[in-house]
């Protein structure tokens, strides 16, 4: 089983990776992590103006390297799901593959961002969005916010602005199975099992997710992304910014 699931900041790509990875019961990758610790360690920090600041600066050098490092999980590996903005907008369908894009009101993602005591970075959401569209754009000639391109290149796009994370869990699970991803059987469960895991989700928070995963050995840290990028890609590693280069290897 390969996934992927992307969104615009503060859609709720963090929180559906993390119930998915739980019910499904796969390696979790989760690249924005990486790059906050990227941030942070630069003296960036990883919300508001910092952030912005940060994406600017590190994604030209440090993001090509792990989009490749991706590329080659993709293409190499199973049983995962990656967090990213761009890996499905790189390999695009691919069979077994189940890239997930949700899209979401600039509004609303403001909304649930101050909800997560990301207040900061709902502030400053648009330069964010902006930030994002231009580097993507530059770098790849990804049309961030093009639902067309989007649709292109992603097994399954959800607008998720005005539905629960339950309906997300049911929607995936019953496209998957339209898909031949799991059996029906697997699908009835998952389905039933969703609601329940949307109430321990509200009442636990990403915390207690983070550190199921760890427990079951089923996420991946940014010290083992890094040493991995630093070993495949020694070359493009070499190449950065001293400070960068230094954090990376």
Not at 77 to 92: H, K, P, Q, T, Y
Not at 145 to 173: G, M, P
């Amino acid at each position: 089983m390969k996934l992927s699931v992307s969104g615009w900041p503060g859609g709720g790509s963090s929180a559906l990776s993390l119930i998915l990875c739980k019910m499904l019961g796969v390696k979790y990758i989760y690249g924005s992590n990486t790059f906050r610790y990227l941030y942070n360690t630069l003296s960036y920090g990883d919300t508001g103006e910092g952030r912005v600041d940060a994406h600017n600066y590190i994604e030209p050098y440090f993001g090509p390297v792990y989009d490749k490092y991706i590329d080659l999980v993709i293409t190499t590996e199973d049983n995962f799901l990656i967090e990213s903005d761009i890996a499905a907008f790189r390999v695009g369908k691919q069979k077994g593959f189940f890239s997930i894009f949700l899209v979401t009101d600039q509004k609303i993602r403001k909304i649930r961002m101050g909800k997560d005591n990301r207040s900061a970075d709902g502030e400053t959401l648009e330069d964010i969005d902006k930030s994002h569209k231009e580097m993507y754009n530059k770098l790849h000639g990804i049309r961030w916010f093009d639902l067309d391109q989007i649709k292109e290149t992603h097994a399954f796009v959800l607008e998720n602005s005005d539905i629960t994370i339950a309906e997300e869990l049911q929607a995936i699970f019953e496209e998957m199975y339209t898909q031949g991803l799991i059996s029906e059987d697997q699908m009835t469960g998952l389905i039933q099992r969703s609601e329940a895991e949307e109430k321990e989700f509200w009442e636990n928070g990403k915390k207690y997710y983070q550190e199921y995963l760890k427990e079951h050995r089923q996420v991946m840290s940014v010290e083992e992304i890094l040493h991995e990028i630093s070993f495949r890609f020694h070359e493009e590693v070499s190449e950065m910014p001293d400070e960068l280069r230094d954090l990376v290897k």
